[in-house]
């Protein structure tokens, strides 16, 4: 298939009707290393990009990688392309890695948030909420065995890098910060208190399938600004740096060794064109969280639900 192609591609740029590099998919046999983080919608879109790139002829490989170290390993050429880099939680190492050579790919239309979240019920029990004072002031209703008299805050796993709980201490709150190891852990604990309309305040984020299960809310801190970070005086803790929350509208972006325009121009051209809405990712997390598919299958069923947005890259 693929040699019978490049002939008729030769046959066709000897005639000079076309060029010969152009067609020639794939232009290399070597994989392209997608990576993969440990959230579902990311997991995956990882695969829809796989199996798009698989279908124009080319080796995809999966790696697993760190949502903080993976960036510097994309700017080394170890690893190639990630489709959903967070403002949110990974701002810092993106930036530094591009610094080093890692190319941003573009931004995707989404628009993200990554913040503390808890169910609608709490408005009623921690009255003046979503403002992140009423939470602190009803913080007891929150106590765990493990955090009393302090609230427990169910945070993200560690290598989301989240630093919860300098901004608990930045902010003076009266939480605890409990990580979890994974995702699914988040979301069991959610329903455990959902069910029963039991205190809880957790990390989540948007675009995800939560809000279209759960009702709920994200808990208003101070907005960020630059000197939120650097300058004590800002914000309500006059002695301290990091007295704020995440912005609201994060951007989403995707991330790209600098070697894949040179070695796979056509896949590139792809990886340039793919573009994420709100609820594109939603209902890719929504496949595996809420129909129990696996991110595979799920892969499969986005691009049968979306075959027009992935024609669209391809042109
Ligand atoms: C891992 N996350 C989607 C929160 O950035």
Sequence with gaps: M???????????????????????????DDPIIIVQNNWTSQL????????VLEGMGY????????????????????????????????KTPFENAVAEGMVDAGTHD????????????MNDICLGLPDWKALDACAEKFATAETAPKGRFVGPPADW?????????????????????????????????????????????????????????????????????EDPAWGPNPNA???????????LKKAAWSGLAEQFPAAWGVMQKINFNNEQIAAASSLVDVDGLSPEEAAVKWIEANADVVASWQQ
């Excluded at 995956?44 to 199996?51: A, D, E, F």
């Design 2 to 28: 693929q040699r019978k192609l490049i002939t008729a591609t030769a046959i066709l740029a000897t005639a000079g009707f076309m060029n010969v590099a152009s067609a020639a998919v794939p232009e290399s």
């Design 161 to 229: 890098g989240k630093h919860y709980a300098d901004r608990i201490e930045a902010l003076e709150m009266n939480f605890t910060a409990i990580n979890v190891g994974q995702a699914a852990t988040l979301w069991a604990e959610l329903q455990a208190a959902y069910d029963r309309k039991e205190p809880v305040v957790l990390f989540n984020w948007t675009p995800n399938y939560i809000e279209a299960v759960f009702d709920g809310q994200f808990v208003d801190f101070p907005e960020p600004e630059p000197a939120c970070f």
């Design 241 to 251: 740096v990091g007295d704020c929350g995440a912005t609201h509208a994060g951007w």
């Design 59 to 90: 080796t995809i490989e999966y790696t697993p990688s760190d949502t903080q170290l993976q960036f510097n390993a994309i700017a080394e050429g170890d690893l190639h392309f990630q489709v959903e880099a967070w403002e949110g939680s990974m």
């Design 110 to 121: 989404a628009v993200t948030r990554e913040e503390w979240w808890y169910p609608s019920y």
């Design 44 to 51: 995956v879109l990882s695969n829809v990009v796989g199996n």
